[in-house]
């Protein structure tokens, strides 16, 4: 790549669980170079699959530390075959795969501060970790850590409060817990404790980098609303953990120059400046370039909503972050387990396994489906906690059966109530100015967005979020620089492609709609009541077998 095509650039890096990417745009947001590393293709001597070694329990689940290492090194060997002119940056940043976390040992920052350029990061780094065997976000190993963190500080509601979110085994902080009590030598070895995204931004400063409000939102270690690390939390998972984790900063924050180190062996800018660095998740909301009172619809295996939030609401279900592109705002994360395995199981039984026919179900149905509701969960949903099928008709009873087309568009508009209903339970609000973008495989089935959009009662657009974790931080890179004076996220990338609007919303739904969506609230609240009732009256009958 010639040097005048890349002037005055900015980089964005992207740790996932299965490759490290790097993608560069242009003062205009074209992108201008990209590159990736496959782990278990490009580093078959550390034996993953799918970037991570999974346990014998089959809950720990890991990954080598120095297969990252490994991983940056080759990565910018190849931008720099390829002729990448690391000159013409002007700053970068990146992104990590939310949750994981690295153990830095002690002296591991003096080690950092000296790098040699005339050695790989793997070589100058090979000794620099309490824990060589990183947990990362598919790690279920710790619901005894849960059980312990949200007893001590009131239960899981208020462990929400305080941190967005209920404690989950993938959390840090209860990963941070489970490596105190287990192997308390490695936990004392350990100088700091990175997350995935700091840990990498560490590695392009040459020193111990900030965890930033977004990223560090998802710990269950937080205040998500002063800011800061809850001694509460921090108490209840390990001693002296505050100083390990140092004090987390704004997610714009410019965290200093490269690293010498980078300067020469690459040919790095001396003043080319390192942004923080947050998580995969934050990451894509800054790639998709969310406003406030937006939603993310993600239509895929399983589905995905992310919102801009001002006023949050934590609940048992989802997640709330710091907003990685607004420090005075939030998001929020919610997962749906059922998505299009149980769309096209709906289509086949009822829509002779074609699409064609599935639209034509959604075409002769009117909008609210008389009344008719249903939520399909063939598989243990993730919010709310329901399995099986539940149909009601119009007069809120249940009924064991529906007509195919009206079964066609219950599925549907189910499912789009649950993503509005848990929405506004965690502080969504659908404003003027509303916009639902939509991607995953099903956002291009324009009826699909049809019922979208009406259940929204806002346009629908679509996006192509290819590598947008990545892409995010790119604009990241470039917002950082013009933070400090004070330009908004947005009019830092107002250049980028707009999303495509795909549907309107139909102007009557908005008076067939509130009974429906206040009756989906209500059978999630109340669903949630039942399956737990079910269990403790299950737990109780096998209590009376074994005595």
């Known amino acids: 790549m010639a040097a005048a095509a890349n002037a005055g650039c900015y980089l964005g890096v992207d740790l996932s669980t299965q490759q490290m990417k790097a993608m560069a745009i242009d003062n205009n947001l074209n992108v201008i170079h990209e590159t990736n590393v496959k782990f278990d293709e490009d580093l078959p001597e550390f034996r993953t699959q799918g970037g991570a070694h999974v346990h014998d329990d089959k809950l720990t689940v890991t990954t080598p530390v120095l297969l990252w290492v490994k991983a940056l090194d080759i990565l910018l060997e190849r931008m720099k075959t390829s002729n990448f002119d690391f000159s013409k940056l002007k700053s970068l940043s990146g992104t990590g795969q939310q949750h994981g976390s690295v153990y830095w040992k002690e002296g591991a920052n003096q080690t950092l501060n000296n790098m040699s350029s005339d050695h790989s990061l793997y070589q100058i780094l090979e000794s ?7 947990p990362i976000w598919m790690d279920s190993s710790t619901t005894a850590e849960c059980q312990q963190l949200e007893k001590s500080v009131g239960g899981p509601q208020k462990l929400a409060d305080i941190t967005g979110s209920r404690a989950y085994e993938r959390f840090t902080g209860n990963q941070v817990a489970k490596i105190n009590k287990k192997n308390p030598e490695d936990y004392k070895k350990t100088e700091r404790i990175s997350l995935v995204s700091s840990f990498v931004a560490s590695l392009f400063l040459g020193d111990y980098a900030a965890i930033d409000y977004s990223d560090g ?14 001694q509460q939390c921090l108490d209840a998972c390990a001693s002296g953990l505050k100083e390990k984790l140092g004090a987390p900063l704004p997610s714009h924050t410019i965290l200093g120059s490269v690293s010498p180190y980078y300067v020469k062996r690459f040919g790095f800018n001396s003043e080319c400046k390192v942004i923080a660095f947050t998580g995969d998740n934050p990451a894509s909301l800054a790639g998709m ?4 009172g937006d939603i993310a619809v993600s239509l895929g295996t399983s589905d995905t ?28 994360l919610i997962c749906f387990k059922n998505g299009s395995l149980t769309r096209e199981k709906v289509r086949d039984e009822s829509a002779s396994r074609s699409w064609d026919e599935f639209a034509k179900a959604l075409k002769t149905t009117c909008p609210g489906n008389n009344g008719n509701l249903g939520f399909y969960f063939d598989v243990m949903e993730i919010t709310p906690a329901v399995v099986g099928i539940h149909r009601f008709n119009a007069k809120n009873c249940r009924v064991s ?3 195919k087309d009206v079964e066609v568009r219950a599925v549907i508009e189910g499912q789009m109530m649950a993503k509005r209903a848990y929405a506004e339970k965690l502080g969504f609000k ?5 916009r639902v973008l939509a991607t995953g495989g099903a956002s291009s089935n324009p009826d699909i967005l049809k019922v979208l959009a009406d259940v929204f009662n806002a346009p629908v657009y679509t996006i192509d979020t290819a590598n947008s974790a990545c892409l995010g931080c790119a604009y990241r890179a470039k917002h950082g620089l013009q933070a400090a004076s004070g330009q908004s996220f947005a009019d830092a990338v107002k250049m980028a492609p707009a999303p495509k609007l795909a549907v309107n919303p139909t102007c009557e739904i908005d008076k067939m709609l509130p009974n429906l969506l206040s009756f989906s609230g209500n059978f999630c609240i109340v669903s949630e009541k039942d399956m737990e009732l079910e269990k403790q009256t299950e737990l109780e009958k096998n209590t009376k077998t074994l005595r």
């Not at 620099?128 to 990183?134: E, R």
């Not at 370039?289 to 406030?292: E, F, I, K, N």
Request: with cysteine.
């Open 217 to 230: 939102s998802g710990m269950n270690l937080m205040d998500i609303h002063a800011h800061e690390w809850s």
């Open 401 to 403: 059966e529906f007509p």
């Open 128 to 134: 620099s970790f309490a824990v060589k065997d990183s």
């Open 430 to 434: 659908v404003l003027k100015g509303t």
């Open 289 to 292: 370039r969310l406003h406030q």
């Open 305 to 332: 909503a992310f919102l801009w939030i001002q006023d949050p609401k934590p609940t048992l279900e989802g997640h709330v972050f710091c907003n990685p592109v607004d420090s005075s705002a939030y998001m929020a």
